[in-house]
């Protein structure tokens, strides 16, 4: 079944069907060959639509990340300091047995004893099943700490649903028959490329592109507009398109009236917002902001379809969520939802009908409510003593798919926590990342060519399934293998730790999917509308477009969205003159791919870009080691003058490994645990810092180390 003709000359080659595991919202659907029991080449599926064949580079060199020497292949216990990486090995009974053993020891003096134990993971692999399915169960029947998994998308999705009633949007296919297309807070050629491949067919077809971005990113050199405000200012720039739209009635008055809710509402709030208003506080002119609303609004006179594609990247600000909010706004305004080529796109995870309740078995915490941690605030909670408020003091931290000492803010206070000699640490992983460096015990875990998943997609429509093309490497394990070995050790007898992987897969999404067709081709596109909000019908509690929040609205905050400054507004005259935001490196995937040598040798090193001018103030060049610096701390990397900065924002892109920096740190030693307006999540685009020389030499990598 899983063999398809091979395309390659030996003859005992094969191919497998797959699924890319990554937190990307393309989703792609692998082509895995394999010779002899190894895989030689993950290539991009031809026959999956979005897919179309194509591979981004850093997943192209998969093979090369499974097979990399330093992939961890037996469990590791540590015998170092922490933090100092040194660990030896152990059999998968011994660090089970004791591991179970510390677990107990920690759950054991009453009903609550478990919440000091947390679970940590993220989306290392998006795969629903060695995601949060057997680690969930085991997790609800320990009655550990729950989770809110915050540190990437919530502040963007609580607007989006607050708004549209749901994580749902435009179909991105749709995006190739666009007229205009507003790229809002995304770098698609580094981060969403099968989107880009479609606003290139728009594109061809005479749309117009305008990139928002306070960075001139590739995407951006790519369009035909580029608007460079400020970080943290995209409300404001909404809200002076609505003045615009306003005053010169570029609107769907009868959309408006069927479909909205709040209208009057939302007018009054919009028409204190002058294109001159907004321009200052967004770092840029009035007659960009002009342009882009007369581009937006003769969409609604001509009825030829404007869509937007808005990315997490403009949401990792104070203000994030009411942001989100108020672009959600927009397509209402000129009608954009009647076709199915306008409108707005965020996610489209909402879109699958994943079975939680089956894969999590929420019902083993029987009548325990434990407390819930926000993993965005892990600095500061390692740190906490137990208390009333918080309860008990972390004990144990499990950590799965993701690495909190790299890709956490204020990673001064994480490494602080992960330090402490009363914590005990666990890390399931492929390698020794940050993260691992601080663990007690380190477990092998397989990569997706080793393991059975299936996957929803953040970006478009279709389930896929992912096959294992090879036998799990050295010793490694699933991780619901480890949870199903670790329940037997801690004396579970549930049935439902006895689900094999293919169980999983069958009960993520029920009846709503035809897994036999899953089975067959790799993936199956499920049923939207074309034009999900042609007629209204969104699923708020109004059915309307809900400009005003009854919601929000009873819980204290404003019913209508609004632009809220960042904690860290852009000031010329404050300590911190500069705004710092740190997106992700094209060929990384946050801080997975780092470790792989050709990939780490495109990126080239950690740098920062500056403006020429800024730069010249400072007396600094290309090439300078610099001190980056604020009130949390000092990230010392290469200096990089580059127009893609604009003058007041630096970039410093990419979560590298700490240990593969220049001095052990990374773009996280400065950013804070500040929580978004809506959704508590991370702020890590609003985050001020000065810019120095070091006055040591570039090369002098161990001196610099803290
Ligand atoms: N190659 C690659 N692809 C990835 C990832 C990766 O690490 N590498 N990460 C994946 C993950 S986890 C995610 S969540 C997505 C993230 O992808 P996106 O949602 O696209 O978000 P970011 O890459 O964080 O930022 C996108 C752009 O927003 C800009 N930006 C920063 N602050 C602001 C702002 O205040 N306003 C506006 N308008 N723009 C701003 C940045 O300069 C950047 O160019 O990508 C996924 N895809
Ligand atoms: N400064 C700054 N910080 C950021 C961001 C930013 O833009 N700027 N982006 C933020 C965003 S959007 C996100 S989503 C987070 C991402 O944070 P994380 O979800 O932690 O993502 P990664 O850094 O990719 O780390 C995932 C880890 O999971 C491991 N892994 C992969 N598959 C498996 C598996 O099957 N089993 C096990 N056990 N392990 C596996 C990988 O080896 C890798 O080390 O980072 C955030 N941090
Ligand atoms: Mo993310």
């Known amino acids: 079944m899983n063999q398809i003709s091979p395309p390659v000359a030996d003859a005992a080659a094969t191919q497998v069907l797959g699924a890319c595991p990554h937190d990307c919202p393309d989703t792609c659907s692998l082509l895995t060959t394999v010779a002899h029991g190894v895989a030689i080449k993950v290539q991009g599926n031809p026959d999956h639509p979005h897919t179309d064949g194509a591979l981004c580079t850093k997943v192209s060199r998969y093979p090369e990340r499974t097979y990399h020497p330093e992939r961890i292949l037996h469990p590791l216990k540590r015998i170092g300091a922490k933090g100092s990486g040194q660990f030896q090995r152990v059999s998968w009974d011994a660090a089970l047995s004791d591991i179970a053993t510390r677990l107990k020891a920690i759950a054991a003096p009453g009903p609550d004893a478990a919440q000091a134990i947390l679970p940590y993971s993220y989306a290392g692999t998006m795969g629903l099943v060695q995601g949060d399915s057997m680690a969930m169960r085991f997790f609800h029947k320990l009655g550990a700490s729950l989770l809110d998994r915050t540190i990437c998308a919530s502040a963007g999705c609580e607007g989006l649903v607050q708004t549209l009633g749901g994580k749902l949007g435009m179909r991105v296919e749709f995006f190739a028959e666009a007229k205009l297309i507003l790229i809002w807070g995304s770098n698609s050629i580094a981060s969403n ?7 290139q067919e728009a594109k061809r077809q005479g749309a117009k592109l305008v990139c928002i971005d306070p960075r001139k990113s590739e995407t951006a050199d790519k369009c035909h507009e580029h608007i460079a405000l400020l970080p943290g200012t995209d409300g404001a720039l909404a809200l002076a398109l609505m003045h615009e739209l306003i005053v010169n009635d570029w609107l769907d008055h009868d959309y408006l009236a069927q479909h909205t809710l709040g209208w009057d509402l939302l007018r009054q709030r919009a ?7 907004s321009a200052q506080v967004c770092g840029i002119t009035p007659e960009q902001i002009r342009a882009l609303a007369k581009d937006y609004g003769a969409c609604a006179a001509s009825r030829e379809p404007a869509a937007i594609r808005v990315n997490y990247g403009m949401q990792r600000v104070h203000g994030g969520g009411n942001a989100v909010r108020l672009i959600a706004c927009l397509p209402a305004l000129i009608g954009a939802w009647r076709q199915r080529a306008g409108g707005v796109l965020l996610t489209s995870s909402g879109t699958f009908p994943v079975d939680r309740n089956a894969l999590q078995r929420p019902d083993l915490l029987a009548d325990r409510r434990p407390r819930t941690l926000n993993m965005s605030t892990i600095g500061d909670d390692l740190l906490l003593p137990a208390s009333a408020a918080f309860g008990p003091a972390i004990k144990a931290l ?15 206070k994480v490494v602080q926590g992960f330090l402490r000699e009363d914590l005990f640490t666990v890390v399931l992983e492929h390698f020794q990342t940050d993260t691992a460096d601080y663990a007690d015990y380190i477990l092998p875990a397989t990569t997706q060519l080793e393991h059975w998943d299936v996957h929803s997609s953040y970006g478009h429509t279709d389930v896929l399934l992912n096959r294992p093309a090879v036998a799990p490497l050295g010793e490694a394990k699933p991780n619901t293998q480890i949870f199903r070995e670790l329940a037997q050790q801690m004396g579970y007898t549930e049935p439902s730790f006895a689900d094999d992987d293919m169980t999983l897969c069958r009960m993520a999404y029920g009846n709503a999917v035809d897994f036999e067709q899953l089975l067959a081709k790799g993936f199956a596109t499920l049923s939207t509308e074309d034009a999900p909000f042609a007629d209204g019908k969104f699923p708020t509690p109004s059915g309307k477009c809900e ?32 705004a710092m935001i740190s997106p992700p490196a094209r060929n990384f995937l946050n801080s997975t791919f780092v470790n792989v040598k050709s990939l780490r040798d495109i990126e080239g090193e950690p740098l920062l870009e500056m403006h020429a001018s800024d730069a010249a103030a400072r007396g600094l060049q290309s090439g300078d080691v610099v001190r980056v610096f604020n009130q949390r701390g000092v990230y010392r990397c290469k200096l990089k003058i580059s127009n893609r900065a604009r003058v007041g924002v630096v970039n410093g892109l990419g979560v590298w490994w700490r240990k593969l920096g220049l001095a052990g740190t990374n773009v996280n030693q400065l950013t804070s645990q500040a929580l978004t307006d809506l959704g508590r999540a991370p702020t890590f685009y609003d985050c001020l810092v000065q810019v120095e020389k070091e006055a040591v030499k570039a090369d002098a990598t161990l001196s610099l180390r803290a």
Request: aromatic letters at 16%; hydrophobic letters at 40%; a negative charge.
């Open 193 to 199: 490329l099968h989107f880009w491949r479609y606003a």
């Open 271 to 277: 028409l204190q917002w002058p294109p001159e208003r």
């Open 398 to 412: 499990i950590v799965y798919n993701s690495n909190p000492v790299a890709v956490a803010p204020e990673s001064g």
């Open 547 to 578: 400009f005003f929040s009854a919601r929000l609205a009873a819980q204290g905050l404003d019913g209508l969205p609004d632009h809220v400054p960042n904690y860290e507004a852009f000031n010329s005259s404050s300590a911190y003159p500069l």
